[in-house]
T-cell receptor, first 119, second 114 residues
Framework: AQTVTQSQPEMSVQEAETVTLSCTYD???????LFWYKQPPSRQMILVIR??????QNATENRFSVNFQKAAKSFSLKISDSQLGDAAMYFC????????????????FGQGTILTVHP | DTGVSQDPRHKITKRGQNVTFRCDPI?????LYWYRQTLGQGPEFLTY????????KSRLLSDRFSAERPKGSFSTLEIQRTEQGDSAMYLC????????????FGQGTRLTVV
């Protein structure tokens, strides 16, 4: 079974600064997807960024980028130029890319990191 | 279409009562997932539907839990004889059937068992 671990329960950052959220995972599969989701208070979870394991290039989405280290099974999220609207709970998640499995599409989440942005 | 819709948003019930939650996925999505999220934790997978077929159930889903997705449209999650440990946020997500399709989440139903 796959596991996802986020070792930082809480992080804080000053507005306009950069912050990095950590995530490690464990799997025996070679083909999978990794995600970062944002869950603002009392609002639905939204996808921030995703990474396909077969791609060596790190994914970027505007101010959000990842550092994907497949051998180390590490997947960190960097938020640049932090904004007040970035304050939320962030979840790292894993999804198998095994087309033959019935668990197709199921997400395994980490425990989450609460990000506070100070003005 | 405004996304995944869940009803009710909040539910308070007495221990031992039955509750039912509803999820309306994005209309063209054939995959539907239920997750449970306890306070301060990440969501945990409960069950998954492809169209009307329930293809996987987590061990977290005890016999008191049942989920349906008639006609492959909306889904319901019923909890019988609720216990205080059932208090959590119940999240629904849907996606297209492609292997790399994105899952879209609803706002969840927060259940409090008193």
């Amino acid at each position: 079974a796959q596991t996802v671990t986020q070792s930082q329960p809480e992080m804080s950052v000053q507005e306009a600064e950069t912050v990095t959220l950590s995530c490690t995972y464990d799997t025996s599969e070679s083909d999978y997807y990794l995600f970062w989701y944002k869950q603002p208070p009392s609002r639905q979870m939204i996808l921030v960024i995703r990474q396909e394991a077969y791609k060596q290039q790190n994914a970027t989405e505007n101010r959000f980028s990842v550092n994907f280290q497949k051998a180390a099974k590490s997947f960190s999220l960097k938020i640049s130029d932090s904004q007040l609207g970035d304050a939320a709970m962030y979840f790292c998640a894993y999804r198998s890319a095994n087309a033959g499995g019935t668990s197709y599409g199921k997400l395994t989440f980490g425990q989450g990191t609460i990000l506070t942005v100070h003005p | 279409d405004t996304g995944v819709s869940q009803d009710p948003r909040h539910k308070i019930t007495k221990r031992g009562q039955n509750v039912t939650f509803r999820c309306d996925p994005i209309s063209e999505h054939n995959r539907l997932y239920w997750y449970r999220q306890t306070l301060g934790q990440g969501p945990e997978f409960l069950t998954y539907f492809q169209n009307e077929a329930q293809l996987e159930k987590s061990r977290l889903l005890s016999d008191r839990f049942s989920a349906e997705r008639p006609k492959g449209s909306f889904s319901t999650l019923e909890i019988q004889r609720t216990e205080q440990g059932d208090s959590a946020m119940y999240l629904c997500a849907s996606s297209l059937g492609g292997y790399d399709s994105e899952a879209f989440f609803g706002q969840g139903t927060r259940l409090t068992v008193v």
